[in-house]
């Protein structure tokens, strides 16, 4: 960076020609000059500097601190609130199976038949457990009434419309068209398979799957001691006898699709709704509080940008170089940035809360993940204010600086990581349940990574092909040699070669980049009182009255 001198010597080479307008210009361009290197010092200040400097009081601070107060508060509650919703969901799962489901046992993993009487014995078990259900379950339990009339049960076969099959000589004929034929059996009539005309067959040879579906209704009641107001549900129940392998082995599953919606006519006695307008009250409190903050961060970031072209235009007209893009992105706060939208996730997850509390809406995922992401960011933004502490400050230079490095290392690693994803699924995938799918491979591997469950993924590889064996062995040994022991050890070597270097430069105290040398130039201290003025200091003035009379006197 240009010293004063040097700027001064710039204004030699054009020189106007009255001693007069030489000193001015002198004197506003040097100006100039030392208020933009305070303007740059002080948005660099830490919170307690800034109000030695101009006594401005860190209103940020005190904002965010309140702000992590309550938003914790808020997701609290909420939590409570969502696990009493996810618990009702679950039990009713669970409850639904023991009830439909013949001789259903919690502990087997996959629920299946084998024999084409279980079949028909099964479905009957479930259209007459579906026709007492007011005489057997212990819960709230109710049929949908659509309009006059119950939902009623329904009963599907779907299957090859034509197919011939000889599997001892060898020989078939298919048509691949799927046909669907469906029954319902209504609550209120006798319900028995015997009952139909005609008679249900299943076409076993190409039969592909059976489903039976139906709607229950249930309130959660769970709520109300905890000044709630509950909500109805609508569970969509749906058992499928998978056929889809054809092997024999017909698999049973139950899902439960859920929809929540407000009550129609409802009324709590006992109780007041003051717990809920509080409830409420407090939510807005925090809409308003994420606003303001909101709003002072941008304005932040928008006088940092601001400051950021003050700074390039004085590179280009004083030193003719251009600003790097690192020292450009010195003056973006990331910090603001996520505080910004940590305030936004809270503003819309705090909406939705209200809409909930209020019966508007029901959407208690979407309203979970934009607390809960919100509420990660806000604290993540605590780190912010540590780092202004020189022992803290070190290691978030250090994840800032080792960042690039970092990323582009994950992408050589991932490439690596990829492939053995692809190789596992499609080689071990038969043979292991963990290599069953894309997803549940990755996962896998992650945890092999991490030390994780290595020896049941070596232990759960059926030994039914003796090459698939031998290679599954080659493929998890070399797995976890290349990326517990070569990746891993050289992704930390990364972070530790920043640490260090970051250290270093610490410890020397030189200024690296040219913002640093310019800021460095700038030996005012935040108590100084130089930062409340908006002239500069008389001892520039004299410099450059005394420069400029020099020239002066060497001119006659």
Not at 309 to 314: E, G, H, V
């Amino acid at each position: 960076m240009e010293e004063f001198s040097d700027s001064y010597d710039g204004c030699e080479a054009d020189a106007p020609a009255s001693w007069a307008e030489q000193q001015h210009e002198c004197v506003q361009e040097l100006d100039e000059v030392e208020t933009l290197r305070r303007k740059v010092k002080f948005y660099f200040m830490n919170p307690c500097e800034k109000y030695h400097a101009r006594g401005r009081k860190p209103w940020k601070l005190m904002l965010q601190i309140v702000k992590i107060a309550i938003i914790t508060i808020q997701l609290v509650y909420f939590g409570l609130s969502n696990q009493m919703v996810v618990q009702f969901r679950e039990e009713n799962l669970i409850t639904f199976k023991q009830i439909f489901l013949k001789d259903f046992d919690e502990d087997t993993d996959t629920y299946a038949i084998y024999r084409q009487d279980d079949v028909y014995k099964h479905i009957e078990f479930i259209i007459y457990q579906f026709g007492r259900l007011y005489n057997i379950t212990v819960g709230n339990h109710e049929y949908e009434i659509n309009g006059n009339a119950y939902t009623p049960l329904s009963l599907c076969q779907e299957y090859y419309r034509n197919a011939t099959i000889f599997p001892g000589n060898e020989t078939f004929e298919i048509d691949s068209q799927v046909q669907i034929d469906c029954l319902k059996f209504y609550p209120t009539q006798p319900l028995s398979l015997q009952d139909v005309e005609p008679p249900f067959e299943v076409y076993f040879k190409r039969l592909i799957s059976i489903t039976v579906t139906f709607v229950l209704k249930a309130i959660n009641l769970q709520t109300v001691k905890y000044r709630e107001l509950p909500d109805c549900y609508d569970f969509t129940v749906v058992i499928t006898f998978d056929n889809q392998v054809h092997s024999g082995r017909i698999k049973i599953n139950l899902e439960n699709d859920v929809d929540i919606n407000e009550c129609r006519d409802w009324k709590v006695t006992g109780v007041t709704a003051t717990n809920i307008y509080l409830t409420m009250a407090f939510d807005c409190i925090i809409i308003l509080t994420c606003i303001t903050s909101f709003t002072l961060c941008t304005r932040s970031v928008i006088s940092g940008i601001r400051l950021q072209l003050k700074y390039s235009q004085y590179c280009s007209k004083h030193c003719n170089e251009k600003v790097p893009l690192s020292d450009k992105l010195e003056f973006v706060n990331g910090w603001y940035i996520l505080i910004i939208v940590s305030d936004l996730m809270t503003i819309i997850g705090s909406i939705l809360k209200i809409e909930i509390q209020t019966k508007v809406l029901t959407n208690y995922e979407g309203c979970s993940i934009f607390l809960g992401t919100g509420t990660m960011f806000v604290w993540m933004g605590v780190i912010r204010y540590m780092g202004y502490f020189r022992k803290y400050n070190i290691l978030i230079l250090t994840l800032r600086a080792a960042f690039p490095n970092v990323i582009r290392f994950i992408c050589c690693a991932g490439i690596i990581y990829l492939s053995y994803c692809f190789c596992g699924w499609v080689v071990l995938g038969p043979y292991n349940e963990k290599f069953r799918t894309l997803n549940t491979v990755s996962e896998c591997l992650f945890s092999l990574i991490n030390g994780d469950d290595m020896f049941s993924a070596f232990m759960n590889m059926k030994h039914k092909s003796t090459l698939v064996w031998v290679y599954s062995r080659i493929y998890l040994y070399t797995f976890v040699s290349l990326f517990v022991y070569m990746i891993l050890s050289l992704f930390i070597t990364i972070i530790t070669d920043t640490y260090y270097t970051i250290k270093e430069q610490q410890q020397s105290g030189t200024p690296t980049s040219d913002l640093e040398k310019f800021l460095s130039e700038c030996r005012d201290l935040p108590n100084s009182g130089v930062y409340r003025l908006n002239q500069s200091n008389d001892c520039i003035l004299d410099f450059c009255f005394n420069r400029c009379r020099q020239y002066q006197e060497r001119m006659t």
